[in-house]
């Protein structure tokens, strides 16, 4: 049973446009959820985070939507360079501060 | 060094060899994980270890033995391993005081198991 989903194996946007990147959940205990970035060779990074009281969190270039009714949320990405390719993962927190994941979605920001 | 660092970064090994992998967080953080990532699956957390104590084992079959000498150091002993085991290991950190829950995480190592 798949608790976080990201439906979209990949997306692929012009560079310079807004990436839109989506992920559902079923489990209505999460208290927040984050979505982290991974390149080839690395492990995810940290990039932005939103409580589940909240229905949107900012940080630079990074924008989280949360709609708890629909159980979805959203990261936007304005503008996305080249170097924003990489797997986007989301991810829930429960209440023992366990994160479940996503499968990923692959970003191909096109030249 | 910054971060979580993993070593090594690839390793390769038979299934009758024994092998660790390791990972050194230099954030001062006080929680410690190991997950795994196969391809097309979600990262799979394994294990999690709060101020040096095993607080989670996800069913995770035992020739994956965790180790946790200390907050900063974290160690995966592997022995007998299957080729299905091949996949990316990630270690991560976390504070979890302070109402902290965001994991930090390595580079993985890369297992292949023939």
């Known amino acids: 049973d798949q608790q976080v989903k990201q439906n979209s194996p990949s997306l692929s946007v012009q560079e310079g446009r807004i990436s839109i990147l989506n992920c559902d959940y079923t489990n209505s205990m999460f208290d927040y959820f984050l979505w982290y970035k991974k390149y080839p060779a690395e492990g995810p990074t940290f990039l932005i985070s939103?409580?589940?009281?909240?229905d949107k969190n900012e940080d630079g270039r990074f924008t989280v939507f949360l709609n708890k009714s629909a159980k979805h949320l959203s990261l936007h990405i304005v503008p996305s360079p080249p170097g924003d390719s990489a797997v986007y993962f989301c991810a829930g927190k429960g209440a023992t501060n366990k994160l479940i994941f996503g499968t990923g979605t692959l970003l191909a920001v096109q030249p | 060094e910054t971060g979580v660092t993993q070593t090594p970064r690839h390793l390769v090994m038979g299934m009758t060899n024994k092998k660790s992998l390791k990972c050194e967080q230099h954030l001062g953080h006080n929680a410690m994980y190991w997950y795994k990532q196969s391809a097309k699956k979600p990262l799979e957390l394994m294990f999690v270890y709060n101020f040096k104590e095993q607080t989670e084992n996800n069913s995770v079959p035992s020739r994956f033995s965790p180790e946790c000498p200390n907050s900063s150091h974290l160690f995966l002993h592997l022995h007998t391993l299957q080729p299905e085991d091949s996949a990316l290991y990630l270690c991560a950190s976390s504070q979890r005081t302070s109402g902290g829950y965001t994991q930090y995480f390595g580079p993985g190592t890369r297992l292949t198991v023939l």
């Open positions: 939103i409580s589940s009281i909240k």
